[in-house]
């Protein structure tokens, strides 16, 4: 029998921790695309929330996400301040629930496309979550969600 040589094994292990090395790397420093650093502050989204951020001088935003599963939700924060108001429109592939909670923490929610719009009360960050409306039949796909700050 032929002994196996150790250095073809041991070349194939190197690389691959190189390569898993620099992915980790070009990871790390990844910053997500909708998120703009200066948004990095002590009451910034959670790691499942996108941050929705308005060009500058508009009143409009579009964010977009997926439902796959029924209990599944996309989550959203946006930031707006005391009298404006916000209207919240979902575009999506099947019925759809939508909550915002307030910077105090109170929260409301309502089925349908257009499931908020209101004068706001409070300076900070709002957080909307769209659910599958569990009123309908499961479905499952793209949602788009249609914000207005004025």
Known sequence: MKAISPAP????????????FAVLIALATMAPADQPSSAMQANTPSAAE????????AIEAVARGVLTKIG????????????????????AEGPTRGFVTFPNGDEVGSPGDNFFDDTLPA???????????TM?????????????IK
């Open 123 to 133: 300076d900070g960050d709002y957080h909307i979550r769209i659910t599958e409306s």
């Open 9 to 20: 094994l041991f070349a194939l292990i190197l690389e691959w921790r190189t390569i898993a």
């Open 72 to 91: 599944d939700e996309v989550r959203f924060v946006v930031r707006a301040k005391s009298g404006q108001r916000m209207r919240l429109i979902v575009d």
């Open 136 to 148: 309908a039949e499961a479905w499952s796909g793209k949602i788009t969600l249609h914000v207005r």
């Open 50 to 57: 996108t941050r929705i951020v308005f060009k500058r001088g």
